[in-house]
Each structure stands twice: as structure tokens, then as C-alpha cells.
């Protein structure tokens, strides 16, 4: 019998383990398991080469639980060891010679089990103590048992062990008694073991007998050892790939299409990473991909491996290049990483740019689902944009297709404006902005259907890529006044008939929460609309850009800047305005005329007083001159009091500005009930 202390340079790496791993402390088995699978290999390897001339025979590993004995038990089939062996490998931890490696490395777990090589005392994270009952495939070897009850004693003896091969025990702890329970074993291999390339049994497989489960002889294999990432594409079929997608994601619909990595220089790596159909939710669908190392499961969290807008994606990526530390559960950048991320994206964009050349039609019809993801990638990925600009599609209000260069052609000689701006339109909803859509296509215009969850942005990066263009909302302006054609014709009312319509209007126009409305008068044509509701392209998209960029809040807080637009050549705006001057007349005239008096007065004051330095004027100047405006405010409050008085009794005024809401759709509760109440009275 042997005794002694393990190879640490200090006595405190246990509780460093169990306290910095505590919340990895599921990967024990993971770590357990995949030494099993490797000691499995490499027997498999010397029989091969001739060095190992036994019988291979049966080499599942094998997971046994015994709750009485609170005991969990990895077995395997493999190479073994010798007492020379465990020694090496299991005794001398630090043997690289580093003295002050603790003291190096507390603060960070992960960084002592990377460098030296600790993936086996992850066991201690459960247990109170481990035993290794071992026995060398070599001739002639002896069983031997090594155990340790977490301090840096062990103890080294025979044992009774007729077959090669290691069975590693855990005595589980008090405080981790969930790792004694059968439903929590599973979960764990079947999230770290599922695709393991030797058999893994746990148990034995059950039936339905005589009205209940019970076992059979057959053991119970958890994984695929040939998952399909695995196999020559060439001998897959389309239902092989969405078989193995729902063995993933059991709840998801089919994918949209799947792209099969397969490249062994200057890296391994395989995998299949799967287009999922989505249309928004961005984050809800991260942590899909799944990667490995030798099929043995890493994490799900892979923003190191793949671009940030390929996280989208769902599937698996197996590759032992990534370099890890032991506990498999942290990536560590470097250049090799970002040589894989280059290389999916790469490969992510030739198959999306072939299927778009093989199969246009085909492509048009996943564009939808497809979308948010080239937006996402040409918004968060500068060289992305290139390689995606030839297969991103533009979609119109008709349903019609085209790429980026198609549509330039379509619209460049109707829709470039006076100024040489090309202004492409769109539309974030088809029904809400019909009628704009529709006053743009009687203009001949195209307009495009932007209705995805990123396409605002992604407008404002197009700007910056098209030259001489710009994106303008159908609803943002009147359509004369988004593509100029020509210098815009002026109305034919004076400025006291336009000023007394707009008040006439403002006056009348509701209180909207988080609404602000501005009034103007523009002369449209007799055959466009008499009244239009219009906002802000800027506002409303920096509006919209700050739900995704930080920073950016304060433009969430302001208000909604509309505007109502009067089109003074349409025959009721002018009947309004005549009736206005009818009935509102003789009322106006002395309050006209004491205001035209009292700002002849002001200006003046102010021109004499522009003329003496601010010391120079008096007290009396400087009242009369508040007086003055005082005077003014009230005569115009008066005005606007007579036009809000006549405004508050004309029908055909409330119909109009209530026609204009219900067309952006702003007309609700209380408001679309006399609404509804006063069209029947005018009908």
C-alpha cells in the first residue's frame, strides 16, 4: 500500500476548486465521461496499429447510480493504468514546477484548471471523495485503487479488477445530492454526451408491461456516436437534415435551408448550422448553436466562435482547433478564432449568394424569413455588406422582388428629385398608409413594403452606402413635396387668410397624448386630398433607431411631431375659409385693425429704442414698450378666441380633422363615436 500527498505546491486546491467552479459544477461528468470516451479511443487506436492484440469487445462506458451507497460510478474499457501511471497523471498535478500558481491564479478557476490540465479534479466539485479502481491493458498489469478524500492525501493499494480499464467512483457530497438523482443524470448526459463517439449506457432500456415501465436487459445508449454533422454531405438527403434539426429543437418548425461546414485546413471543422424561420425576437433565439469539441458538447454560447448576427442561427459546430480551457466552458480569443468566424461567415455567404443564383424564385419566397438575418449581419458586420449586397432583395408594395442594383434601375429616371437625389419610398404598413401609398403610385412612383423589424436601420445605413439617395416614409410629407420636382407652387391666400384657416384648424385639433400637431397651409391641386396628416422622416426615425441603439433614449421620451397640411385649392378648404370670412368678418375687422395698430406701434418702440444703448433707455420706454406687447397679445388672443368660436360650430371643419386621424389611425374612443354621430347628421 502506498501513501502520500499529491504533487500540489500547496495544500489549498480543493476548496479553490469547489469554490471557483461551484457554478460549473455540472461539467464533473461531462469531464468524467469524456476521459472515459478518450481512455475508449485510444485502445481502439493501439488495436488498430497493432500494439494492443486483446479483445476489443464491449466498450460502452457505463454511468451506474446507487443512491444507498450515495455513490456514482463512470466505468469504461480502455487502456487502463498502472500504479506508475496514476502517479503521473493523477498524483503529480503541478509538475510543471510552478511554485506560486494558487496565489497566481485564485481569482480565476477557470485559468488553473486551463494550465494545469485539472479536467479530472473537477470530480472533487461534487464529491467527498473518488476512487479509481484501474487495471492496464498491458500484460502482466495488476489492478490497483487509488483514493483521495479531497485533502492532498491519497492512498494507493491493490484491487480485485478481472477486466482493463478504469471505473472512477464519486462519493457524492451532502450538499450535491442532486447528482444522485436518475432525472438529473440523464439531463446532464443528454445535454453533454448525446453525440459522444463510443457508446454511453446508463441504465437499462424499459418497456410497458403488465400496466408499467419497467427494465429490460438491453442497456440504455444515450447517444449517436455518427451524428450527422459527421457524415459526406454528398450521402445525406434534405429529410436526413431536418430529421436531425428536430432531434435538436423538438418544438421548432422545419428550417428554411442548412449549410454543412466541412474544412480541415488550416483548421478542423465540421458542423451544420440551420436558417431557422423567424421574423423578430432577435435575442430570444440566441444560444442556439451548439458547439462541441470532438463531439463532445462545449457550450451554447459561441459569440466567439460566430458573428454576433450569426448567433441566429441554429445547429452544431464541432471543432478541436477552439482552444479551451479544461473545463470546456469559456472560449479563449485568439487568432485561430477569429480565423473560424471569418471562415463561416465566408462560407454562410457563398451559400446564401448560390442559392439566390440557383434558385431565384425559391429565394424570393424565404426572403421574409431570410431578411432579418442579412440585415442584422450588414448592420453589425462593415465586410458583410459586401459579400451580401448582390442577393439582398428589396421587396415593393405589389409583392415584386428586386436586388439592390434592379431597383435603382426600376426608379432612377421617374425618382430623382430637382436636386439630383434619388429618393426611394417605402412603407412600414400597407394598411395603415394606403392612401399614401396610393397618392405616390398615381404619380407613378414605386414604393417599397419595409415592414421588418430591422429595416430602419438598416434604411439609415443604405443612405450611407447609395450615393445621392435618400429614404423617405410615404406618410413623412405631402408626395409633391418628398420628390420635388419643380419649385413648389405658393398658395394664392394672403398671409392674414392662410394665418386666420391655420388658427381656424389648430384651434379645433384634439389633445393626443405624446402628440404635438403643427398647421400649415399648401397649395396641393384641387384634386388632392383637403386635409393631410404628415411626421417627421428624421424625428420618427431617430425615434425608431433608439429602441435599438443605446444612447439614443432621449429620443424615445419626446413627443410625436405631426403635421396637418390644409390644401388651400381644394373647394371645401376654400368654402371653410369663405364661410369663415362671412360669419366671422365684422367681428375681425376692429380686432384686425387695432392689431395692425398696436405692431405699427411696436416697431416703432423698437426701432427708437435700437438706436439708445440699453443704459440710455428709461423706466417709461421700457414700460411702454411691455404695454405695448401686452396689448398686442391680448388683440390677437381675441382673434384667435372669434376664429376658435366660429371653428368650434363648423362641421364640415371637425369632419375634415377627424377624416385626417382616422386615415393615420389616430381617431378612437369618445372622438370616433361623434365622428360617427356627425357623419350620419351630414349624410
Same mark, same amino acid.
Given at each position: 500500500?502506498?501513501?502520500?500527498?499529491?504533487?500540489?505546491?500547496?495544500?489549498?486546491?480543493?476548496?479553490?476548486?469547489?469554490?471557483?467552479?461551484?457554478?460549473?459544477?455540472?461539467?464533473?461528468?461531462?469531464?468524467?465521461?469524456?476521459?472515459?470516451?478518450?481512455?475508449?479511443?485510444?485502445?481502439?487506436?493501439?488495436?488498430?496499429?497493432?500494439?494492443?492484440?486483446?479483445?476489443?469487445?464491449?466498450?460502452?462506458?457505463?454511468?451506474?447510480?446507487?443512491?444507498?451507497?450515495?455513490?456514482?460510478?463512470?466505468?469504461?474499457?480502455?487502456?487502463?493504468?498502472?500504479?506508475?501511471?496514476?502517479?503521473?497523471?493523477?498524483?503529480?498535478?503541478?509538475?510543471?514546477?510552478?511554485?506560486?500558481?494558487?496565489?497566481?491564479?485564485?481569482?480565476?478557476?477557470?485559468?488553473?484548471?486551463?494550465?494545469?490540465?485539472?479536467?479530472?479534479?473537477?470530480?472533487?466539485?461534487?464529491?467527498?471523495?473518488?476512487?479509481?479502481?484501474?487495471?492496464?491493458?498491458?500484460?502482466?498489469?495488476?489492478?490497483?485503487?487509488?483514493?483521495?478524500?479531497?485533502?492532498?492525501?491519497?492512498?494507493?493499494?491493490?484491487?480485485?479488477?478481472?477486466?482493463?480499464?478504469?471505473?472512477?467512483?464519486?462519493?457524492?457530497?451532502?450538499?450535491?445530492?442532486?447528482?444522485?438523482?436518475?432525472?438529473?443524470?440523464?439531463?446532464?448526459?443528454?445535454?453533454?454526451?448525446?453525440?459522444?463517439?463510443?457508446?454511453?449506457?446508463?441504465?437499462?432500456?424499459?418497456?410497458?408491461?403488465?400496466?408499467?415501465?419497467?427494465?429490460?436487459?438491453?442497456?440504455?445508449?444515450?447517444?449517436?456516436?455518427?451524428?450527422?454533422?459527421?457524415?459526406?454531405?454528398?450521402?445525406?438527403?434534405?429529410?436526413?437534415?431536418?430529421?436531425?434539426?428536430?432531434?435538436?429543437?423538438?418544438?421548432?418548425?422545419?428550417?428554411?435551408?442548412?449549410?454543412?461546414?466541412?474544412?480541415?485546413?488550416?483548421?478542423?471543422?465540421?458542423?451544420?448550422?440551420?436558417?431557422?424561420?423567424?421574423?423578430?425576437?432577435?435575442?430570444?433565439?440566441?444560444?442556439?448553436?451548439?458547439?462541441?469539441?470532438?463531439?463532445?458538447?462545449?457550450?451554447?454560447?459561441?459569440?466567439?466562435?460566430?458573428?454576433?448576427?450569426?448567433?441566429?442561427?441554429?445547429?452544431?459546430?464541432?471543432?478541436?482547433?477552439?482552444?479551451?480551457?479544461?473545463?470546456?466552458?469559456?472560449?479563449?480569443?485568439?487568432?485561430?478564432?477569429?480565423?473560424?468566424?471569418?471562415?463561416?461567415?465566408?462560407?454562410?455567404?457563398?451559400?446564401?449568394?448560390?442559392?439566390?443564383?440557383?434558385?431565384?424564385?425559391?429565394?424570393?419566397?424565404?426572403?421574409?424569413?431570410?431578411?432579418?438575418?442579412?440585415?442584422?449581419?450588414?448592420?453589425?458586420?462593415?465586410?458583410?455588406?459586401?459579400?451580401?449586397?448582390?442577393?439582398?432583395?428589396?421587396?415593393?408594395?405589389?409583392?415584386?422582388?428586386? +436586388?439592390?442594383? $434592379? #431597383?435603382?434601375?426600376?426608379? =432612377? /429616371?421617374?425618382?430623382?428629385?430637382?436636386? &439630383?437625389?434619388?429618393? %426611394?419610398?417605402?412603407?412600414?404598413?400597407?394598411?395603415?398608409?394606403?392612401?399614401?401609398?396610393?397618392?405616390?403610385?398615381?404619380?407613378?412612383?414605386?414604393?417599397?413594403?419595409?415592414?421588418?423589424?430591422?429595416?430602419?436601420?438598416?434604411?439609415?445605413?443604405?443612405?450611407?452606402?447609395?450615393?445621392?439617395?435618400?429614404?423617405?416614409?410615404?406618410?413623412?410629407?405631402?408626395?409633391?413635396?418628398?420628390?420635388?420636382?419643380?419649385?413648389?407652387?405658393?398658395?394664392?391666400?394672403?398671409?392674414?387668410?392662410?394665418?386666420?384657416?391655420?388658427?381656424?384648424?389648430?384651434?379645433?385639433?384634439?389633445?393626443?397624448?405624446?402628440?404635438?400637431?403643427?398647421?400649415?397651409?399648401?397649395?396641393?391641386?384641387?384634386?388632392?386630398?383637403?386635409?393631410?396628416? +404628415?411626421?417627421? $422622416? #428624421?424625428?420618427?426615425?431617430? =425615434? /425608431?433607431?433608439?429602441?435599438?441603439?443605446? &444612447?439614443?433614449?432621449? %429620443?424615445?421620451?419626446?413627443?410625436?411631431?405631426?403635421?396637418?397640411?390644409?390644401?388651400?385649392?381644394?373647394?371645401?378648404?376654400?368654402?371653410?375659409?369663405?364661410?369663415?370670412?362671412?360669419?366671422?368678418?365684422?367681428?375681425?375687422?376692429?380686432?384686425?385693425?387695432?392689431?395692425?395698430?398696436?405692431?405699427?406701434?411696436?416697431?416703432?418702440?423698437?426701432?427708437?429704442?435700437?438706436?439708445?444703448?440699453?443704459?440710455?433707455?428709461?423706466?417709461?420706454?421700457?414700460?411702454?414698450?411691455?404695454?405695448?406687447?401686452?396689448?398686442?397679445?391680448?388683440?390677437?388672443?381675441?382673434?384667435?378666441?372669434?376664429?376658435?368660436?366660429?371653428?368650434?360650430?363648423?362641421?364640415?371643419?371637425?369632419?375634415?380633422?377627424?377624416?385626417?386621424?382616422?386615415?393615420?389611425?389616430?381617431?378612437?374612443?369618445?372622438?370616433?363615436?361623434?365622428?360617427?354621430?356627425?357623419?350620419?347628421?351630414?349624410?
Amino acid at each position: 500500500m502506498q501513501k502520500g500527498n499529491i504533487g500540489v505546491t500547496t495544500e489549498n486546491i480543493f476548496p479553490v476548486i469547489k469554490k471557483f467552479l461551484y457554478s460549473d459544477h455540472e461539467i464533473f461528468l461531462r469531464e468524467m465521461v469524456s476521459n472515459a470516451v478518450d481512455a475508449t479511443q485510444k485502445i481502439k487506436t493501439l488495436k488498430e496499429k497493432g500494439e494492443f492484440q486483446g479483445d476489443l469487445g464491449d466498450l460502452a462506458v457505463r454511468i451506474t447510480l446507487d443512491e444507498k451507497n450515495k455513490t456514482l460510478t463512470i466505468s469504461d474499457r480502455g487502456i487502463g493504468m498502472t500504479e506508475e501511471e496514476i502517479d503521473k497523471y493523477i498524483n503529480q498535478i503541478a509538475f510543471s514546477g510552478v511554485n506560486d500558481f494558487l496565489n497566481k491564479y485564485k481569482d480565476n478557476a477557470n485559468a488553473i484548471i486551463g494550465h494545469f490540465g485539472l479536467g479530472f479534479y473537477s470530480a472533487f466539485m461534487v464529491s467527498d471523495k473518488v476512487e479509481i479502481i484501474t487495471r492496464s491493458y498491458k500484460d502482466g498489469s495488476k489492478a490497483v485503487k487509488w483514493s483521495c478524500d479531497g485533502s492532498p492525501s491519497f492512498e494507493i493499494d491493490e484491487a480485485e479488477k478481472a477486466d482493463r480499464g478504469s471505473d472512477i467512483v464519486l462519493h457524492i457530497a451532502d450538499d450535491c445530492k442532486e447528482f444522485l438523482e436518475k432525472n438529473r443524470i440523464q439531463s446532464l448526459l443528454d445535454k453533454y454526451c448525446k453525440f459522444m463517439p463510443v457508446p454511453v449506457a446508463f441504465g437499462k432500456k424499459t418497456e410497458w408491461k403488465d400496466g408499467k415501465q419497467v427494465e429490460t436487459e438491453e442497456d440504455n445508449i444515450i447517444n449517436d456516436m455518427e451524428p450527422l454533422w459527421t457524415k459526406a454531405p454528398s450521402t445525406l438527403k434534405d429529410e436526413d437534415y431536418k430529421k436531425f434539426y428536430h432531434e435538436l429543437y423538438p418544438m421548432q418548425d422545419d428550417p428554411l435551408f442548412w449549410i454543412h461546414l466541412n474544412v480541415d485546413y488550416p483548421f478542423n471543422l465540421t458542423g451544420i448550422l440551420y436558417f431557422p424561420r423567424i421574423k423578430s425576437n432577435i435575442d430570444l433565439q440566441r444560444n442556439k448553436i451548439q458547439l462541441y469539441c470532438n463531439q463532445v458538447f462545449v457550450t451554447d454560447q459561441v459569440e466567439g466562435i460566430v458573428p454576433d448576427f450569426l448567433t441566429l442561427l441554429h445547429g452544431v459546430i464541432d471543432s478541436p482547433d477552439i482552444p479551451l480551457n479544461v473545463s470546456r466552458s469559456y472560449l479563449q480569443s485568439d487568432r485561430d478564432v477569429k480565423k473560424i468566424s471569418t471562415y463561416i461567415t465566408k462560407k454562410v455567404a457563398d451559400r446564401l449568394n448560390g442559392i439566390f443564383k440557383e434558385d431565384r424564385k425559391e429565394y424570393e419566397s424565404k426572403w421574409d424569413d431570410l431578411k432579418l438575418f442579412i440585415n442584422y449581419g450588414m448592420l453589425s458586420q462593415e465586410d458583410f455588406y459586401d459579400r451580401a449586397k448582390d442577393f439582398t432583395l428589396f421587396k415593393d408594395v405589389d409583392g415584386q422582388y428586386f +436586388t439592390l442594383d $434592379e #431597383y435603382k434601375t426600376l426608379i =432612377k /429616371d421617374n425618382q430623382t428629385d430637382k436636386d &439630383g437625389q434619388l429618393i %426611394y419610398l417605402y412603407a412600414t404598413d400597407k394598411e395603415d398608409q394606403y392612401s399614401y401609398i396610393e397618392a405616390a403610385k398615381e404619380k407613378g412612383y414605386s414604393v417599397l413594403l419595409l415592414d421588418g423589424q430591422l429595416d430602419v436601420p438598416t434604411v439609415s445605413m443604405f443612405e450611407q452606402k447609395f450615393e445621392k439617395s435618400r429614404f423617405m416614409r410615404v406618410d413623412s410629407d405631402i408626395i409633391d413635396r418628398i420628390i420635388v420636382k419643380e419649385d413648389i407652387r405658393k398658395s394664392e391666400l394672403d398671409n392674414d387668410q392662410a394665418d386666420n384657416l391655420s388658427s381656424a384648424f389648430r384651434s379645433q385639433m384634439p389633445k393626443i397624448e405624446k402628440a404635438e400637431f403643427s398647421v400649415e397651409v399648401q397649395a396641393l391641386g384641387e384634386n388632392a386630398l383637403p386635409v393631410m396628416i +404628415t411626421q417627421s $422622416e #428624421y424625428m420618427r426615425r431617430m =425615434k /425608431d433607431i433608439s429602441r435599438y441603439q443605446s &444612447g439614443m433614449s432621449f %429620443y424615445a421620451q419626446m413627443p410625436d411631431s405631426y403635421s396637418l397640411v390644409l390644401n388651400s385649392d381644394h373647394k371645401l378648404i376654400k368654402g371653410i375659409l369663405d364661410d369663415a370670412n362671412a360669419k366671422c368678418g365684422e367681428a375681425l375687422k376692429p380686432v384686425i385693425s387695432e392689431i395692425k395698430g398696436q405692431q405699427a406701434r411696436l416697431s416703432a418702440l423698437h426701432q427708437n429704442q435700437s438706436k439708445k444703448k440699453p443704459e440710455e433707455v428709461t423706466q417709461e420706454e421700457k414700460d411702454d414698450l411691455a404695454n405695448t406687447e401686452k396689448a398686442l397679445d391680448e388683440q390677437r388672443n381675441k382673434k384667435q378666441q372669434i376664429i376658435a368660436d366660429y371653428a368650434k360650430e363648423n362641421k364640415i371643419l371637425h369632419q375634415l380633422i377627424d377624416l385626417a386621424l382616422l386615415q393615420n389611425g389616430m381617431l378612437k374612443g369618445a372622438a370616433l363615436d361623434a365622428f360617427i354621430k356627425r357623419s350620419v347628421t351630414l349624410i
